[in-house]
């Protein structure tokens, strides 16, 4: 799963990708300016619990990638906050969290002269629209002249997207047919990936934070459709994680959040795309993995390695708590009627472990 993380100058990407990705030499961070890739290692209690139940020698846990590309502060003068060449950056990656600013610091002025969270979300949008909108015009342009039949169903839906784009409307906003989908997919468009909000609040609005989000979703009226929503305070919350772990609940808890940032970016991002952990356990390795919701068994083990989807036989099914219950022993789980036998479409459930029994 690969994130990019955008948005205007100076609104604490790098502080967030850095929270994220538990960087914490924080001197070091606002010196770099170049595209930085990292991975945030996706905390889970119930991964803990089953690996010391199974005495794994390994834990692996889900993960996210994050891109991190620097804003165009050093080049105002374009007045261009997204050029193409940013953008290409977000090709490849499965959902966008665009970062607006909230805090505020005269020693860190906006580009834009004021802060204003619900214009930089507008502007953003608008900016992806437009990308796409070019995309899809360059592409008709080229596939009508071609006279050929075998494009006829492309043209038909890019003249949709089209049509949407020029009326300012994200390509998200549209319930797209999966053979649709498949087709739109090779253009990678921004205005289609599902697209968290991610504001960063100065330290005094952590408590209101509720209450600023919800006037910012009316302010901006974007739809709900594959859009979620989140506040951090970046600032704080970075200075916070360079404190012992013991030390942090407590500095969080007066700031006025009850989970760790990566967390709440963590579980918003998996209600945002519809996502659901398994785990796979044995001695040699205990492993958290994500899969879309409603995935099916021999989905969960292509997930794993295609061999295992190839050959499936079965997969042997336990729920996460029977298995610390059982101290993680098959052997009694299967005396217990706790050990289910699986056929290829049954749909994995969010926390259950899986032993895929395979032959190639
Ligand atoms: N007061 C305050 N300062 C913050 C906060 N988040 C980030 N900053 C500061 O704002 C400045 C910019 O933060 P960055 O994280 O580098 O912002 P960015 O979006 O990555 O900036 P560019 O990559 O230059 O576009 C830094 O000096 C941060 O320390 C915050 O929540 N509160
Ligand atoms: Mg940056």
Same mark, same amino acid.
């Given at each position: 799963?690969? @994130?990019?993380?955008?948005?205007?100058?100076?609104?604490?990407?790098?502080?967030? =990708?850095?929270?994220?990705?538990?960087?914490?030499?924080?001197?070091?961070? #606002?010196?770099?300016?170049?595209?930085?890739?990292?991975?945030?290692?996706?905390?889970?209690?119930?991964?803990?619990?089953?690996?010391?139940? /199974?005495?794994?020698?390994?834990?692996?846990?889900?993960?996210?990638?994050?891109?991190?590309?620097?804003?165009?502060?050093?080049?105002?003068?374009?007045? $261009?906050?997204?050029?193409?060449?940013?953008?290409?950056?977000?090709?490849?990656?499965?959902?966008?969290?665009?970062?607006?600013?909230?805090?505020?610091?005269? /020693?860190?002025?906006?580009?834009?002269?004021?802060?204003?969270?619900?214009?930089?979300?507008?502007?953003?949008?608008?900016?992806?629209?437009?990308?796409?909108?070019?995309?899809?015009?360059?592409?008709?342009?080229?596939?009508?002249?071609? #006279?050929?039949?075998?494009?006829?169903?492309?043209?038909?839906?890019?003249? #949709? @997207?089209?049509?949407?784009? /020029?009326? +300012? #409307?994200?390509?998200?906003?549209?319930?797209?047919?999966?053979?649709?989908?498949?087709?739109?997919?090779?253009?990678?468009?921004?205005?289609?990936?599902?697209?968290?909000?991610? &504001?960063?609040?100065?330290?005094?609005?952590?408590?209101?934070?509720?209450? %600023?989000?919800?006037?910012?979703? +009316?302010?901006?009226?974007?739809? $709900?459709?594959?859009?979620?929503?989140?506040?951090?305070?970046?600032?704080?919350?970075? $200075?916070?994680?360079?404190? $012992?772990?013991?030390?942090?609940?407590? =500095?969080?808890?007066?700031?006025?959040?009850?989970?760790?940032?990566?967390?709440?970016?963590?579980?918003?991002? =998996?209600?945002?795309?519809?996502?659901?952990?398994?785990?796979?356990?044995?001695?040699?390795?205990?492993?958290?993995?994500?899969?879309?919701?409603? /995935?099916?068994?021999? +989905?969960?083990?292509?997930?794993?390695?295609?061999?295992?989807?190839?050959? =499936? %036989?079965?997969?042997?099914? @336990?729920?996460?708590?029977?298995?610390?219950?059982?101290?993680?022993?098959?052997?009694?789980?299967?005396?217990?009627?706790? &050990?289910?036998?699986?056929?290829?479409?049954?749909?994995?459930?969010?926390?259950?472990?899986?032993? %895929?029994?395979?032959?190639?």
């Amino acid at each position: 799963m690969k @994130c990019g993380i955008i948005g205007p100058p100076v609104s604490g990407k790098t502080t967030l =990708f850095n929270i994220l990705t538990g960087v914490t030499e924080t001197g070091l961070i #606002h010196v770099k300016r170049e595209l930085r890739r990292g991975v945030a290692k996706l905390g889970d209690s119930r991964l803990e619990a089953i690996t010391r139940a /199974s005495k794994s020698a390994r834990v692996v846990p889900a993960t996210v990638e994050y891109i991190d590309i620097p804003g165009q502060s050093g080049d105002r003068e374009s007045r $261009e906050p997204y050029p193409a060449s940013y953008l290409a950056e977000l090709h490849n990656a499965d959902m966008l969290a665009l970062v607006v600013r909230e805090f505020r610091d005269d /020693s860190i002025p906006h580009p834009s002269g004021s802060i204003d969270p619900g214009r930089d979300i507008a502007d953003a949008v608008l900016e992806f629209i437009i990308n796409d909108l070019a995309i899809v015009e360059r592409r008709l342009e080229k596939i009508t002249r071609l #006279h050929n039949a075998d494009f006829k169903r492309e043209v038909k839906i890019l003249t #949709h @997207c089209q049509e949407m784009l /020029s009326d +300012q #409307h994200a390509l998200r906003e549209y319930d797209f047919k999966p053979d649709e989908e498949k087709i739109l997919r090779s253009y990678s468009f921004l205005s289609l990936k599902p697209l968290l909000i991610v &504001l960063n609040l100065g330290e005094a609005s952590v408590p209101d934070a509720g209450r %600023i989000l919800d006037d910012l979703k +009316q302010e901006t009226g974007l739809p $709900e459709r594959k859009t979620g929503w989140a506040a951090v305070a970046a600032g704080i919350e970075s $200075e916070i994680n360079a404190l $012992e772990e013991s030390d942090r609940d407590a =500095f969080l808890n007066d700031l006025g959040f009850s989970l760790p940032a990566l967390d709440r970016i963590t579980r918003a991002t =998996f209600n945002l795309l519809g996502l659901v952990t398994f785990f796979t356990t044995s001695e040699k390795e205990s492993r958290a993995w994500s899969i879309p919701a409603g /995935s099916t068994a021999v +989905q969960a083990a292509a997930a794993i390695h295609n061999d295992l989807a190839r050959g =499936f %036989i079965r997969a042997e099914v @336990c729920r996460w708590d029977e298995l610390v219950e059982m101290d993680g022993s098959y052997g009694r789980l299967k005396e217990t009627g706790k &050990l289910r036998l699986e056929g290829r479409d049954y749909v994995v459930a969010d926390g259950d472990v899986l032993l %895929i029994r395979f032959n190639v």
